[in-house]
């Protein structure tokens, strides 16, 4: 039977508490909310925290609204809704593609989108996404607020710049007119993805004015492709340039061989998935234009 180690439990009552006691215990000391990644590493002794600190509480962290121009996604926000979110879904339909695809119904209406973020996995969903549209980060410590641009949340596998005495709170994402898909390859229904891709899309008549990829679980460094948003920002919103745009976020990748499939293979689906979510934005936009 697996068993974590012993460890102190806390409850907080809110945000200024739960930075207090994070304080209090020091680095060895974990929020936990949904669970769904921390304790299967405690039983399994990957993740041996000293203390959790319990936010499931804070329901001021728990909140889908607009607020001076952005959607303003909460930590607590469950992935559950996220999904039956209207305002989301209207602004960004990114985010209902990939929660559909997330898991299962048990883990979405448990697992929280902070929890994933700052999770940080190779192959989590939601960190692609949020990159692709250019999300930021409200990050809370003692000392006050800061605000990190997702694409720089990430140092490394399982690492963030979240510190040990802060919180992410918020996620928030500048509303524009654009449109957005998100495609993924999974081995079976709610699986961990082989690979998968976002893109955000803004056009200026038949040219890309604006564009955001995310990819994941393929080794793309920070969860996105900025080469291939080089490429095509100023030309030709066409089939062609998006092959070639996927092309060349996948020989920016660093896929790595294992049970989900050998490093081409990762690298072949990296491009056709990154190619497919670009003219699916594109289709997106030209039935809302």
């Known amino acids: 039977m697996q068993v974590p180690a012993q460890f102190q439990y806390e409850k907080a009552t809110s945000v200024a508490h739960a930075?207090?006691?994070?304080?209090?215990?020091?680095?060895?000391?974990?929020?936990?909310?949904?669970g769904h990644s921390l304790i299967p590493m405690m039983k399994l002794r990957l993740a041996q925290p000293q203390a959790l600190i319990d936010i499931n509480d804070l329901t001021e962290l728990a909140r889908i609204s607009v607020e001076n121009g952005a959607l303003c996604i909460g930590a607590?926000?469950?992935?559950?809704?996220?999904?039956?979110?209207?305002?989301?879904?209207e602004h960004f339909p990114i985010f209902h593609d990939a929660e559909h695809l997330i898991a299962d119904p048990v883990v979405r209406n448990r697992g929280t989108i902070g929890g994933s973020l700052c999770q940080a996995d190779p192959s989590e969903d939601l960190s692609a996404v949020f990159a692709a549209v250019?999300?930021?980060?409200?990050?809370?410590?003692?000392?006050g607020q800061r605000v990190v641009p997702v694409r720089e949340l990430f140092v490394g596998p399982y690492e963030t710049v979240v510190?040990?005495?802060?919180?992410?709170?918020?996620?928030?994402?500048?509303?524009?007119?654009?449109?957005?898909?998100?495609?993924?390859?999974?081995?079976?229904?709610?699986?961990?993805?082989?690979?998968?891709?976002?893109?955000?899309?803004?056009?200026?008549?038949?040219?890309?004015?604006?564009v955001g990829i995310g990819i994941t679980a393929v080794g793309a460094p920070r969860f996105h492709a900025p080469e291939a948003e080089e490429f095509l920002t100023g030309g030709p919103a066409?089939?062609?340039?998006?092959?070639?745009?996927g092309r060349i976020?996948?020989?920016?990748?660093?896929?790595?061989?294992?049970?989900?499939?050998?490093?081409?293979?990762?690298?072949?689906?990296a491009?056709?998935?990154?190619?497919?979510?670009?003219?699916?934005?594109?289709?997106?936009?030209?039935?809302?234009?």
């Open 134 to 143: 250019r999300a930021e980060a409200v990050i809370e410590g003692r000392d």
């Open 163 to 210: 510190g040990d005495d802060e919180m992410l709170i918020q996620i928030r994402v500048p509303i524009r007119s654009s449109a957005s898909a998100y495609q993924k390859v999974e081995r079976r229904a709610g699986d961990w993805a082989v690979a998968a891709a976002g893109a955000e899309l803004r056009l200026d008549g038949e040219n890309v004015a604006e």
């Open 271 to 289: 491009a056709a998935l990154t190619t497919r979510a670009l003219r699916k934005a594109r289709a997106r936009w030209n039935t809302e234009a």
């Open 76 to 89: 607590m926000v469950r992935h559950a809704e996220l999904l039956a979110s209207a305002v989301a879904g």
């Open 249 to 269: 976020a996948a020989e920016h990748c660093n896929p790595v061989p294992d049970q989900r499939g050998p490093a081409g293979y990762k690298r072949h689906l």
């Open 238 to 245: 066409t089939d062609e340039r998006f092959a070639h745009a």
């Open 19 to 34: 930075l207090s006691l994070l304080g209090k215990y020091g680095p060895e000391s974990r929020v936990v909310a949904g």
